[in-house]
């Protein structure tokens, strides 16, 4: 059986019946939400970044939230390969106190733990991070307006009711609660310092604030993309960002479901906290923030390893099947995902995922165990992009 299903949107499918698929066609690498199923992608991220982008020399933007954010963050990371087998065991061995008779830890446990493992990950590597000499990193975060503002024992549940209610009727109103806030590494190709890398999707979807990814600030905006509400604490008040708490990324963008291939923002020059630009319609754009592809190929593709073929907008719209269709926003993406027959090969018939903590509870070698059969089994679908990019097969390409 095959393990690997590939999907395409219609440029991209164009683009790979013309060109088949090269390294220095990618323009970007979404990382999506999504915890323990991230887990899944571990092959697949350790031969894209570890060996085959390594032959080309193009930029590559990476847009992540959530976990996508830790792993990409660490695809800039020297040794990627290494690093990414690191991330691999030290989230699959991650372990959390019980309070007695409790099923979960407290968000506060969680988030200091959580907070020391990225210490132990990145302390004294975060130069590497941010001056990687081709990617271009971007940390997806929702930050909370008005009565989500700061993190409260009541006023923090009332406000996600009310981002909930708003977000059914109508996605881009959500910002009246929640904004989607970028942080993006600087911009190794600006001629002066201090600029970040520009977007590489547009804006107009959805309230969106960008801002600077430096060392003062890594940690805490990382620890911010991964802060799931009541799981673990909100992050408040990031250097250099606008004051407020910060949030998981999937809240605002779950899959990274944004218009890539669309005219990107400008280069952003770095400014004070109390003057964050909000995009808006009629804003100018320029396409400086996707990479140049050679071989008279149409345009960058988007390359997503991704859990599922689905990309899903927002963490709210989970629920909301009418917003789980492909648009044209995705047209240049290319998607690798699991077979959903072959998941259900593996433990417990299904991906690792965040219930397995409640599941397993205690005994976390019993987890650990079967999330590493999980992962050790995702060897396939690595093996089976290399030989699809050494033998293009365009029957195994569906629709996106």
């Known amino acids: 059986m095959n393990a690997l299903r590939i999907h395409a949107g219609p440029r991209a499918r164009q683009h790979l019946e013309q060109h088949g698929l090269l390294p220095q066609h990618v323009g970007v690498i979404p990382g999506a939400a999504g915890g323990p199923k991230g887990l899944i992608l571990g092959p697949l991220d350790r031969f894209i970044f570890g060996h085959w982008l390594a032959q080309s020399t193009q930029p590559v933007h990476l847009v992540g939230a959530s976990i996508g954010a830790w792993r990409m963050a660490t695809a800039c990371l020297g040794h990627s390969v290494a690093a990414f087998e690191r991330l691999e065991h030290d989230y699959i061995h991650q372990d959390y106190e019980l309070p007695p008779g409790k099923k979960r830890p407290s968000a506060a446990h969680v988030s200091e733990r959580f907070g020391q493992n990225l210490d132990a990950f990145y302390g004294g590597r975060v130069p590497e991070v941010l001056g990687h000499p081709r990617y271009r990193l971007h940390i997806v975060t929702s930050r909370g307006r008005h009565v989500l503002r700061r993190e409260h024992g009541l006023a923090t549940p009332l406000g996600y009711l009310g981002a909930f209610l708003t977000n059914t ?30 977007l590489p999707f547009a804006t107009t979807d959805y309230r969106t604030r960008q801002v600077g990814l430096t060392e003062d600030n890594f940690m805490q905006a990382l620890q911010a993309s991964c802060s799931i509400p009541f799981v673990l604490q909100a992050v408040h008040n990031i250097p250099g960002a606008p004051p407020g708490a910060y949030w ?140 699809w990019l050494e033998r293009p097969d365009m029957s195994r390409v569906e629709v996106l």
């Open 248 to 387: 998981d990324g999937g809240i605002t963008d779950y899959h990274l479901h944004l218009a890539y291939g669309l005219p990107a923002l400008k280069t952003s020059k770095l400014i004070a906290a109390d003057a964050f630009p909000v995009s808006a319609g009629g804003q100018k754009y320029s396409n400086s923030g996707l990479a140049s592809v050679d071989s008279g190929s149409p345009g960058p593709i988007v390359l997503y390893p991704h859990f599922q073929h689905r990309v899903v907008p927002g963490w709210l719209d989970k629920g909301l099947k009418w917003r789980h269709r492909s648009t044209a926003a995705l047209d240049s993406m290319v998607v690798l995902s699991p077979n959903p027959d072959w998941v259900r090969t593996l433990p417990n018939a299904k991906l690792p995922d965040r219930n397995d903590f409640t599941h397993y509870g205690t005994d976390s070698r019993a987890r650990a165990k079967v999330w590493l059969a999980a992962t050790q089994a995702s060897q396939q679908l690595a093996d089976e992009w290399a030989e």
């Open 169 to 198: 009727v109508h996605r881009k109103a959500m910002g009246a609660w929640i904004e989607r806030v970028v942080f993006s590494s600087p911009d190794a190709s600006a001629q002066t310092a201090g600029h970040c890398a520009p």
